[in-house]
Antibody, heavy 116, light 109 residues
Framework: EAQLVESGGALVQPGRSLRLSCVGT????????MHWVRQPPGKGLEWVSG????????GYVDSVEGRFTISRDNAKRTLYLQMNSLRVEDTALYYC?????????WGQGTMVTVSS | EIVLTQSPATLSLAPGERATLSCRAS??????LAWYQQKPGQAPRLLIS???NRAAGIPARFSGSGSGTDFTLTISSLEPEDFAVYFC???????????FGGGTKVEIK
């Protein structure tokens, strides 16, 4: 069964950095565009960033542009999100998702809490 | 940024009734619209891609329609497991920003 597993979430202070990882199994990871989506507690979904299969195209929501960097290592079947200069408003459950004309595979999420 | 507005925010219906959910885009997204279902404590699940294509394993009671700026998700006859929150999402300008709507909660009346 195709699966995504995120890790790296933690409680951090404002201004600090964190790197999230997402490992994909049982599907052709190297052929898939991948995305990060976040959900603050009790709120809706927000697309954060995405990357095409060969790392040629990356996109970011305006609120994280310049602070977050998405990347991937296809040999390791792993998607990353480097998050710098974290803010309180970045607090959320972060999901990774596979994009096949729709986000058809999702991980279980990893929680990022930014608080002093 | 393309803004997606979902209505109503909450829909109160009984099992067996028909649910009609709306998603309106601030500018045309063509057919690049998807619908997701999310239940408490779970990740979202893809229901519909490209406005009207049911994802694998999604029951036929779920259908999507629309193009341009106005889209509809219809659940023909609500089952108990359908009470959840539904989100629409556009991908018209990828790799520029994708966006989600604010969600519609379908609750038991």
């Amino acid at each position: 069964e195709a699966q995504l597993v995120e890790s790296g979430g933690a409680l951090v202070q404002p201004g600090r950095s964190l790197r999230l990882s997402c490992v994909g199994t049982a599907f052709r990871f190297a052929d898939s565009a991948m995305h990060w989506v976040r959900q603050p507690p009790g709120k809706g979904l927000e697309w954060v960033s995405g990357i095409d299969w060969k790392s040629e195209y990356m996109g970011y929501v305006d609120s994280v542009e310049g602070r977050f960097t998405i990347s991937r290592d296809n040999a390791k079947r792993t998607l990353y999100l480097q998050m710098n200069s974290l803010r309180v408003e970045d607090t959320a459950l972060y999901y990774c998702a596979r994009d096949e004309d729709g986000f058809d595979i999702w991980g279980q999420g990893t929680m990022v809490t930014v608080s002093s | 940024e393309i803004v997606l507005t979902q209505s109503p925010a909450t829909l109160s219906l009984a099992p067996g009734e028909r649910a009609t959910l709306s998603c309106r885009a601030s500018q045309s997204v063509g057919y690049y619209l998807a619908w997701y279902q999310q239940k408490p404590g779970q990740a979202p699940r893809l229901l519909i891609s490209d406005a009207s294509n049911r994802a694998a394993g999604i029951p036929a009671r779920f259908s999507g329609s629309g193009s341009g700026t106005d889209f509809t998700l219809t659940i023909s006859s609500l089952e108990p497991e359908d009470f959840a929150v539904y989100f629409c999402q556009q991908r018209a300008n990828w790799p520029r920003a994708l966006t989600f709507g604010g969600g519609t909660k379908v609750e038991i009346k």
